[in-house]
Every structure is written in structure tokens, then in C-alpha cells.
């Protein structure tokens, strides 16, 4: 079973004093535009016996954060539709990637359309191998 996990947001704002980043503890957080979304969910024991967690950031908005996690629960899917392709995935994994240069943002569409999608977009995410990929 998914625990619920949460939405938060932060930023890359570094402490004056040692450096380190200040993440939550940015006083400059509630200002609009500054920091972006993260959420993150526990999920099950794995066979190591290790707690896992998911975490993913870099939306502009908490709504898209939240739209980002419910997906991964499964919340605003259909039933009947529940498995998720690769094709799919990606296509969410271009908008999760806020901060890219035009560029940069061109080259991995590029790389999405012509490479991944082609022979990719049709597998479920979760049937996903490293030997599929090669």
C-alpha cells in the first residue's frame, strides 16, 4: 500500500553563513514565483527490507504538483485504462522539467519523438526492462 506522502514546496536559496541550501526554511517561500512544487510518496517495504520514497519537484504550481502525485496513485485514472505506457510517461516527464533552456528543452524533445517513442511508447511502464531498451 502507497502512503498519501505530501506536497511542499522549496527553493535553491543557500544559507549566508555555511553555505548550505535552505530548501523549506527559505523565508522567502510565500512570496509568489519563488521556489517551485515537490511531492513525494512513502511507498511499501521493498525485499531489502529498505523504506522507499518517491520524490519528485521542479512544478510551477502546487495544483501541478498535486495533478503529478494523484497520477502516480493512480487517482484520476480510469479503471479500465490503468496501465500507464511509456509513452505516456514521457510526455509527463517533458512537463515535469520546468527550468530547461529552449535548447535543451528542443534536444530531449527531439530525442523523446525520434529514438524513445517510436519503438517505446506503446509498452506498459511497468513491463519496462533494461533488455526492452536495448
Known amino acids: 500500500m ?3 506522502g505530501g506536497v511542499y514546496k522549496r527553493c535553491s536559496c543557500k544559507d549566508a553563513v555555511d553555505g548550505n541550501r535552505l530548501g523549506v526554511r527559505c523565508p522567502r517561500l510565500d512570496e509568489r514565483g519563488h521556489g517551485s512544487w515537490y511531492f513525494s510518496l512513502e511507498l511499501p517495504v521493498g525485499r531489502d527490507g529498505q523504506r522507499h520514497r518517491v520524490r ?13 502525485r494523484g497520477y502516480l496513485l493512480g487517482n484520476d485514472i480510469d479503471p479500465a485504462t490503468a496501465v500507464v505506457t511509456v509513452g505516456q510517461w514521457l510526455d509527463i516527464w ?8 529552449f535548447s535543451t528543452r528542443r534536444l530531449y524533445s527531439q530525442h523523446v519523438r525520434d529514438y524513445l517513442k517510436p519503438y517505446l511508447a506503446s509498452v506498459p511502464l511497468r513491463s519496462l526492462t533494461v533488455a526492452r531498451v536495448q
Open 94 to 101: 517533458l512537463e515535469m522539467r520546468q527550468n530547461l533552456s
Open 2 to 4: 502507497v502512503r498519501q
Open 56 to 68: 519528485r519537484g521542479g512544478f510551477a504550481s502546487r495544483a501541478a504538483a498535486e495533478q503529478a
